[in-house]
T-cell receptor
Framework: DTGVSQDPRHKITKRGQNVTFRCDPISEHNRLYWYRQTLGQGPEFLTY????????KSRLLSDRFSAERPKGSFSTLEIQRTEQGDSAMYLC???FGGGMYNEQFFGPGTRLTVL | QKEVEQNSGPLSVPEGAIASLNCTYSDRGSQSFFWYRQYSGKSPELIMFIYSNGDKEDGRFTAQLNKASQYVSLLIRDSQPSDSATYLC????????????FGKGTLLTVNP
């Protein structure tokens, strides 16, 4: 399977715990994006990497959130001291290059439930 | 005014009919427009994109863009029950090489 993969697919945690999600983009894609989606809403942009450089972070990404893409391949998104409001689907997408087309392909997502 | 507005639906059409999904956007700097389909509990799947005024056809799908009116639509001909999903509109701003701004999506139900 050459699509975007994410792990885990589901995560249930207690409030205050730390969680980490992993995303493996399509192999030739140099751009990687994280989005968050809550019920009834469209995906909201969180952050973006071009190769290993994190080039943009949304205001939605509080200081409890951190993302890395250490070698320009896979990426991790960590949430520290989780809150119930963090419960959402976390989506990773990747694309090759930029420009007006910028077709972003999404992974299956990680559904986080904070109790 | 919201950046991207879509009628949340549900939009219900009979099998074989044409489904029309609409999207308006506020950012005049938007350059290209993406339509994603999202089945319940699944991630968004890219259907098609459009960047020039007019129509773009791909199989049963036609995207229509009118930049002057800041309006983009998706028509689905010969709707099938398998088309039942939420359809997300996502403009991309000129000069922005990363960010898609999604609408809330329109829930389409195709009745057999």
């Amino acid at each position: 399977d050459t699509g975007v993969s994410q792990d885990p697919r589901h995560k249930i945690t207690k409030r205050g715990q730390n969680v980490t999600f992993r995303c493996d983009p399509i192999s030739e894609h140099n751009r990687l994006y994280w989005y968050r989606q809550t019920l009834g809403q469209g995906p909201e942009f969180l952050t973006y990497f071009q190769n290993e450089a994190q080039l943009e972070k949304s205001r939605l990404l509080s200081d409890r959130f951190s993302a890395e893409r250490p070698k320009g391949s896979f990426s991790t998104l960590e949430i520290q001291r989780t809150e119930q409001g963090d419960s959402a689907m976390y989506l990773c997408a990747s694309s090759f290059g930029g420009g007006m087309y910028n077709e972003q392909f999404f992974g299956p997502g990680t559904r986080l439930t904070v109790l | 005014q919201k950046e991207v507005e879509q009628n949340s639906g549900p939009l219900s059409v009979p099998e074989g009919a044409i489904a029309s999904l609409n999207c308006t956007y506020s950012d005049r700097g938007s350059q290209s427009f993406f339509w994603y389909r999202q089945y319940s509990g699944k991630s968004p799947e890219l259907i098609m994109f459009i960047y020039s005024n007019g129509d773009k056809e791909d199989g049963r799908f036609t995207a229509q863009l009118n930049k002057a009116s800041q309006y983009v639509s998706l028509l689905i001909r010969d709707s099938q029950p398998s088309d039942s999903a939420t359809y997300l509109c996502a403009p991309k701003r000129r000069g922005s090489n990363y960010k898609l701004t999604f609408g809330k999506g329109t829930l389409l139900t195709v009745n057999p």
